[in-house]
Structure formats: structure tokens, C-alpha cells
């Protein structure tokens, strides 16, 4: 070997599937990566999206944009170099290419290319790409289960020999997470609308004008910390807030 990584390939997906999805780990020079509920696997990912909203800090070390692509909304993040960032405005549409990754229980895209594109024709080819590779995880899903049913004990394997093994483990660990969280889906959704508003209350009480910090939130809100951390990072991906320095929040 010559030590060298070879570049992951960028792959196209939607980005309800991209913040709906579970972020794995891995150690050494393993690429972390992405299990989507739909089973693909995404380290790199290239999206034909809308920016609907800029934010660049103070001494512009950092900055982000968030992205729609009429599925949701993610925001892609740039870190000291953001020559890209400033090349486009809330409206375009644009190409973005980048790492997914996850902090804090946010999944965002630390961005690599971004470019406007001028043919508005371009998200719906990009989207029906995506539709093809969903049509083509869900025949490799019926393919699955007809082969668990012809191999009682040995099914799996001859799947992964089938689809090869990378696309086979995320596949069948696609399907373990969703029996995972099929469980009390309604209340749980029920009782994050609630707090969702409880939070955002509590950051328009809190803020005096450089927006809410953090330790106030917790302080202000009677709910577990855990739950209070994954709805702030749910409003500062879609938009509706955003850290106008470290540790403070700001509705928009």
C-alpha cells in the first residue's frame, strides 16, 4: 500500500433521508459514515439544492448556508476558507459537495465544492437520480427477503455476495434501526412540537440582543438536557435559528 485514502465517491441523496439518517463512527483511516432509512450509505454526498439561508461569525472564521431541496433542509458548513460561501446568495441554486458529517446530534455537510448552476432543470434530474437508486435499494430489499426465504440459514451471505458487502451490511442495518425507532413514534413527535415551542419562547425571553446562551436554555426550559440540545440543533439546521457567536442562540 502507499498510504494514500482513496477519495470517496459523492453520492446523490435526499436530504429528509440525510438528516433522517444515523451517523456511525469509525476508528483509524475507516471514512465515518451515513445509514439513511432507505439503506444507503453515505460518507460524500452531492446535492442540487436552494439556499435559503447565509450566516458568516464576526471575525468570519466560520460560516454556514442552509439547503433545501424541497425534501428538508441541511446546512452546509465552511471553516476559515470561505471563499465558496461568498460566492453565493439566499435564492441561488446551487451545487454542493461535501462530507456528511454529525456534531451535537446535528448532520451537516462540511462543504468542499459549492457553485451556483444556472439550469434550473438540474434538481429535477439530481432528483430523479436519487428516485432511481431508491427504486433500486428497495428491489435489492424484496431480493433480501426472498433469499432469507430460499437460505433460512445462510440468506444474508448470499445477499452480501449478491450486492456486494458494503451496500448489503447498510441495507440490513437500515432495517435494524428502523425497528429501533418504530416505537412511540407518535407521542415522541407530540412531545417534541411542545418543546420545540417551549424552546423557542425561552431563546425570544432570554435574548437581550446577542442572542440566548446555551446555560440559559437549559436553565429556562423544564426538560432534559439531551432533548432541549437535539431540538436546538433541529432549529439551527432548518433556519429558523443560528449561533451568531459560539454558545449563544438567535432566532432569525
Same mark, same amino acid.
Not at 498510504?3 to 438528516?19: M, N, P, W, Y
Not at 450509505?41 to 448556508?65: C, G, H, M, Q, W
Not at 439550469?119 to 431508491?134: A, F, G, K, Q, R
Given at each position: 500500500?502507499?498510504?494514500?485514502?482513496? &477519495?470517496?465517491?459523492?453520492?446523490?441523496?435526499?436530504?429528509?433521508?440525510?438528516?433522517?439518517?444515523?451517523?456511525?463512527?469509525?476508528?483509524?483511516?475507516?471514512?465515518?459514515?451515513?445509514?439513511?432509512?432507505?439503506?444507503? &450509505?453515505?460518507?460524500?454526498?452531492?446535492?442540487?439544492?436552494?439556499?435559503?439561508?447565509?450566516?458568516?461569525?464576526?471575525?468570519?472564521?466560520?460560516?454556514?448556508?442552509?439547503?433545501?431541496?424541497?425534501?428538508?433542509?441541511?446546512?452546509?458548513?465552511?471553516?476559515?476558507?470561505?471563499?465558496?460561501?461568498?460566492?453565493?446568495?439566499?435564492?441561488?441554486?446551487?451545487?454542493?459537495?461535501?462530507?456528511?458529517?454529525?456534531?451535537?446530534?446535528?448532520?451537516?455537510?462540511?462543504?468542499?465544492?459549492?457553485?451556483?448552476?444556472?439550469?434550473?432543470?438540474?434538481?429535477?434530474?439530481?432528483?430523479?437520480?436519487?428516485?432511481?437508486?431508491?427504486?433500486?435499494?428497495?428491489?435489492?430489499?424484496? &431480493?433480501?427477503?426472498?433469499? &432469507?426465504?430460499?437460505?433460512?440459514?445462510?440468506?444474508?451471505?448470499?445477499?452480501?455476495?449478491?450486492?456486494?458487502?458494503?451496500?448489503?451490511?447498510?441495507?440490513?442495518?437500515?432495517?435494524?434501526?428502523?425497528?429501533?425507532?418504530?416505537?412511540?413514534?407518535?407521542?415522541?413527535?407530540?412531545?417534541?412540537?411542545?418543546?420545540?415551542?417551549?424552546?423557542?419562547?425561552?431563546?425570544?425571553?432570554?435574548?437581550?440582543?446577542?442572542?440566548?446562551?446555551?446555560?440559559?436554555?437549559?436553565?429556562?426550559?423544564?426538560?432534559?438536557?439531551?432533548?432541549?440540545?437535539?431540538?436546538?440543533?433541529?432549529?439551527?439546521?432548518?433556519?429558523?435559528?443560528?449561533?451568531?457567536?459560539?454558545?449563544?442562540?438567535?432566532?432569525?
Amino acid at each position: 500500500m502507499d498510504g494514500k485514502q482513496e &477519495r470517496l465517491t459523492a453520492k446523490r441523496a435526499l436530504v429528509e433521508d440525510l438528516v433522517s439518517g444515523r451517523y456511525f463512527r469509525q476508528e483509524g483511516f475507516k471514512s465515518n459514515y451515513l445509514i439513511t432509512p432507505c439503506g444507503q &450509505r453515505v460518507s460524500r454526498v452531492k446535492l442540487v439544492a436552494t439556499v435559503t439561508t447565509k450566516f458568516v461569525n464576526d471575525d468570519e472564521s466560520y460560516a454556514f448556508i442552509v439547503l433545501d431541496d424541497e425534501t428538508e433542509t441541511i446546512r452546509a458548513k465552511f471553516f476559515q476558507d470561505l471563499g465558496d460561501y461568498e460566492k453565493v446568495e439566499e435564492g441561488d441554486l446551487v451545487l454542493c459537495v461535501g462530507k456528511v458529517q454529525e456534531y451535537e446530534g446535528e448532520i451537516y455537510i462540511n462543504s468542499e465544492i459549492l457553485k451556483e448552476v444556472e439550469d434550473p432543470n438540474l434538481m429535477t434530474l439530481n432528483l430523479v437520480e436519487v428516485v432511481e437508486e431508491l427504486k433500486s435499494l428497495e428491489e435489492d430489499k424484496e &431480493r433480501l427477503e426472498e433469499l &432469507r426465504d430460499e437460505h433460512p440459514d445462510n440468506g444474508e451471505e448470499v445477499f452480501a455476495e449478491e450486492v456486494g458487502i458494503e451496500r448489503a451490511e447498510a441495507i440490513i442495518k437500515a432495517e435494524s434501526l428502523e425497528e429501533e425507532d418504530s416505537f412511540g413514534e407518535g407521542e415522541e413527535e407530540e412531545d417534541k412540537s411542545e418543546l420545540r415551542n417551549e424552546v423557542l419562547e425561552a431563546i425570544e425571553d432570554i435574548d437581550e440582543g446577542e442572542g440566548a446562551s446555551y446555560e440559559d436554555i437549559i436553565d429556562e426550559v423544564d426538560a432534559e438536557e439531551s432533548d432541549i440540545d437535539n431540538v436546538v440543533n433541529d432549529l439551527l439546521t432548518e433556519g429558523t435559528c443560528f449561533e451568531p457567536r459560539p454558545g449563544k442562540i438567535k432566532k432569525l
